[in-house]
């Protein structure tokens, strides 16, 4: 099917005034046909999305010299892609406008098939509106292969992406989020990397869709992905070689925003993301990790741009019936049970020895049941494959994460008897956090690190140090030695010492913490770390 040629730009925006009526009234009649949905239901802003159209004009985010060199790509007739789209409650215009920005903007020789999963999405309507409304904007011609799914229950993101990589049927994956946009010239920077390597996985650098104002800015390709002990996505700083441009592919040891090529061919060697995964969360660092220890490896190219909205929070339901009863607990919501399945089945997958990295910052992961019967298959792929051990992953792809592990003298919860040292967020947000003792199960139990440098940091890389009247407080960690002097601690058997003042962390009052000469055989002073890394002193 081919796309007619007019844009739909409307003057108010101060788009081209050259307005495709059919695509003006398909859109008009599909947008009008949204159900009613609270404020904050898509954790962007429906009406701005509704008021941009079907098709808008984005800045150019690449580097200059992208738009002046010619590309090496294979025939057309030996690299069509598969554009694997699977959603659940997205708005239609959102979802629209995905669609339009990525036919209008892929050379219609290469674009194969598009594939548009439905995970059961409140809007029961919403699929066969958009089968009519596809059909009355696009010309008859059978070019571009259109496959509509709906789940009959909820699957969930990384299901239903394996439903359609399984019935794709070109040469490439193209697997997209429902809310992106398509800049000009995505694909052929991507086409020439994965011609140079059949093995290989590429992602354009995403850029940035403000989920409140939808105004579109350029991506930082100085970021690469990467992830925590916890098993948690972080962006990375990129460190240039030596005459490399900031606008060259690089490699990355993960994913970022769900938005990946790759050979359905290679995809299928790999055994799809992991199917024993629930719902949501964990599908792209998983899928990273198998990649580069069995053979491939992952880039992020520059000089390929597609717009993304980073959501602060979920804009969906995790299941908490069937199958994922076993999962959910009092102290945990479903959300966080589902991730804490998926890391744990990845921690078990391939981390090896270091799973104990994460059971320590995520000790509740423990009581998380598997199911045992895929551990043979894994192994039988792993020989196969002739995967590297985790070690080579982070010697060989992720330096930083096993820097992380060099400058570790303990971490995760810290517990004093049968409770755990806690951060907790005050009602007036000035006041910073308060530090109590509270049980080890609560949901959000805040994880300490303790650093060869003798900071001992949460997460959020706030440190305890000592303030005026031996009043212990939480600052962002100092970068500079004069400036650590105040949160430096030393662990003497099981006690922590602050090292300016010789004097030892206490628990002698219910919840209440503070500082006071040291006891060796002190109970209130004991707080073990779940992970030790260094012999005690």
């Given at each position: 099917?081919?796309?007619?040629?007019?844009?739909?730009?409307?003057?108010?925006?101060?788009?081209?005034?050259?307005?495709?009526?059919?695509?003006?009234?398909?859109?008009?009649?599909?947008?009008?046909?949204?159900?009613?949905?609270p404020?904050?239901?898509f954790?962007?802003?429906?009406?701005?999305?509704?008021?941009?159209?079907?098709?808008?004009?984005?800045?150019?985010?690449?580097?200059?010299?992208?738009?002046?060199?010619?590309?090496?790509?294979?025939?057309?007739?030996?690299?069509?892609?598969?554009?694997?789209?699977?959603?659940?409650?997205?708005?239609?215009?959102?979802?629209?406008?995905?669609?339009?920005?990525?036919?209008?903007?892929t050379?219609?020789?290469?674009?194969?098939?598009l594939?548009?999963?439905?995970?059961?999405?409140?809007?029961?309507?919403?699929?066969?509106?958009?089968?009519?409304?596809?059909?009355r904007?696009f010309a008859?011609?059978?070019?571009?292969?259109?496959?509509?799914?709906?789940?009959?229950?909820?699957?969930?993101?990384?299901?239903?992406r394996?439903?359609?990589?399984?019935?794709?049927?070109?040469?490439?994956?193209?697997?997209?989020d429902?809310?992106?946009?398509?800049?000009?010239g995505?694909?052929?920077?991507?086409?020439?990397?994965?011609?140079?390597?059949?093995?290989?996985?590429?992602?354009?650098?995403?850029?940035?869709?403000?989920?409140?104002?939808?105004?579109?800015?350029?991506?930082?390709?100085?970021?690469?992905?990467?992830?925590?002990w916890?098993l948690?996505?972080?962006?990375?700083?990129?460190?240039?070689?030596?005459?490399?441009?900031p606008?060259?592919?690089y490699?990355s040891?993960?994913?970022?925003?769900?938005?990946?090529?790759?050979?359905?061919?290679?995809?299928?060697?790999?055994?799809?993301?992991?199917?024993?995964?629930?719902?949501?969360?964990?599908?792209?660092i998983?899928?990273?990790i198998?990649?580069?220890?069995?053979?491939?490896?992952?880039?992020?190219?520059?000089?390929?741009?597609?717009?993304?909205?980073?959501?602060?929070?979920?804009?969906?339901?995790?299941?908490?019936?069937?199958?994922?009863?076993?999962l959910?607990?009092?102290e945990?919501?479903?959300a966080?049970?589902?991730?804490?399945?998926?890391?744990?089945?990845?921690?078990?997958?391939?981390?090896?020895?270091y799973?104990?990295?994460?059971?320590?910052?995520k000790?509740?992961?423990?009581?998380?049941?598997?199911?045992?019967?895929?551990?043979?298959?894994l192994?039988?792929?792993k020989?196969?494959?002739?995967?590297?051990?985790?070690?080579?992953?982070?010697?060989?792809?992720?330096p930083?994460?096993?820097?992380?592990?060099?400058?570790?003298?303990?971490?995760?919860?810290?517990?004093?008897?049968?409770r755990?040292?806690?951060?907790?967020?005050?009602?007036?947000?000035k006041?910073?956090?308060?530090?109590?003792?509270?049980?080890?199960y609560?949901?959000?139990?805040?994880?300490?690190?303790?650093?060869?440098?003798?900071q001992?940091?949460?997460?959020?890389?706030?440190?305890?140090?000592?303030?005026?009247?031996?009043?212990?407080?939480?600052?962002?960690?100092?970068r500079?030695e004069t400036?650590?002097?105040?949160q430096?601690?030393?662990?003497?058997?099981?006690?922590?010492?602050?090292?300016?003042?010789h004097?030892?962390l206490?628990?002698?009052?219910?919840?209440?913490?503070?500082?006071?000469?040291?006891?060796?055989?002190?109970?209130?002073?004991?707080?073990?770390?779940?992970?030790?890394?260094?012999?005690?002193?």
């Amino acid at each position: 099917m081919i796309l007619k040629s007019g844009i739909f730009e409307p003057n108010k925006h101060g788009y081209n005034e050259n307005v495709d009526v059919d695509l003006l009234n398909a859109w008009n009649a599909i947008v009008s046909h949204s159900p009613q949905y609270p404020e904050g239901f898509f954790q962007y802003s429906l009406h701005i999305s509704d008021s941009l159209g079907a098709f808008r004009g984005l800045p150019t985010t690449s580097h200059e010299s992208c738009n002046f060199r010619s590309y090496t790509l294979p025939e057309s007739s030996q690299a069509k892609v598969s554009v694997v789209i699977s959603f659940h409650n997205e708005a239609r215009s959102m979802l629209l406008r995905t669609i339009v920005s990525l036919i209008r903007r892929t050379p219609e020789e290469y674009l194969h098939e598009l594939i548009i999963v439905d995970d059961k999405s409140q809007d029961a309507t919403l699929l066969d509106d958009l089968k009519r409304w596809l059909g009355r904007v696009f010309a008859t011609q059978s070019r571009l292969g259109l496959i509509f799914l709906t789940n009959q229950e909820r699957r969930g993101l990384i299901w239903s992406r394996n439903r359609g990589a399984i019935l794709a049927s070109g040469h490439y994956i193209l697997f997209l989020d429902s809310h992106c946009e398509v800049n000009d010239g995505w694909l052929k920077p991507l086409l020439e990397r994965l011609a140079l390597n059949p093995h290989m996985a590429v992602s354009p650098l995403l850029d940035l869709i403000d989920p409140e104002t939808l105004s579109y800015r350029r991506g930082n390709e100085m970021l690469k992905g990467g992830f925590d002990w916890s098993l948690h996505f972080h962006w990375l700083k990129r460190r240039l070689g030596r005459k490399e441009r900031p606008e060259a592919p690089y490699k990355s040891p993960s994913f970022s925003g769900g938005v990946l090529m790759i050979s359905r061919e290679w995809f299928l060697k790999l055994k799809f993301f992991n199917p024993n995964l629930k719902i949501w969360g964990g599908e792209s660092i998983e899928l990273a990790i198998k990649l580069w220890l069995c053979g491939g490896q992952i880039e992020i190219v520059p000089c390929s741009r597609i717009g993304h909205i980073f959501r602060r929070f979920h804009a969906f339901e995790f299941p908490s019936e069937r199958d994922f009863t076993e999962l959910n607990s009092p102290e945990r919501s479903s959300a966080q049970s589902t991730y804490l399945h998926n890391s744990k089945i990845i921690a078990e997958s391939w981390l090896d020895e270091y799973k104990n990295m994460f059971y320590a910052l995520k000790p509740a992961a423990k009581g998380i049941p598997l199911n045992d019967t895929t551990t043979e298959e894994l192994q039988q792929f792993k020989h196969e494959r002739d995967c590297h051990r985790f070690q080579w992953y982070l010697w060989n792809v992720s330096p930083e994460l096993r820097f992380n592990l060099e400058k570790l003298s303990a971490t995760g919860t810290l517990q004093n008897e049968d409770r755990c040292l806690y951060a907790r967020n005050q009602k007036d947000s000035k006041k910073g956090r308060q530090l109590i003792l509270n049980s080890c199960y609560s949901k959000d139990i805040t994880q300490w690190s303790l650093w060869s440098t003798g900071q001992l940091s949460t997460q959020r890389e706030l440190c305890l140090g000592v303030g005026l009247g031996r009043r212990l407080s939480l600052e962002p960690c100092a970068r500079t030695e004069t400036l650590r002097q105040a949160q430096q601690w030393v662990r003497t058997g099981t006690h922590l010492m602050h090292t300016a003042t010789h004097l030892c962390l206490d628990n002698p009052i219910k919840d209440q913490l503070e500082l006071n000469p040291c006891r060796s055989q002190a109970v209130s002073q004991s707080f073990q770390f779940a992970l030790e890394m260094e012999r005690q002193t």
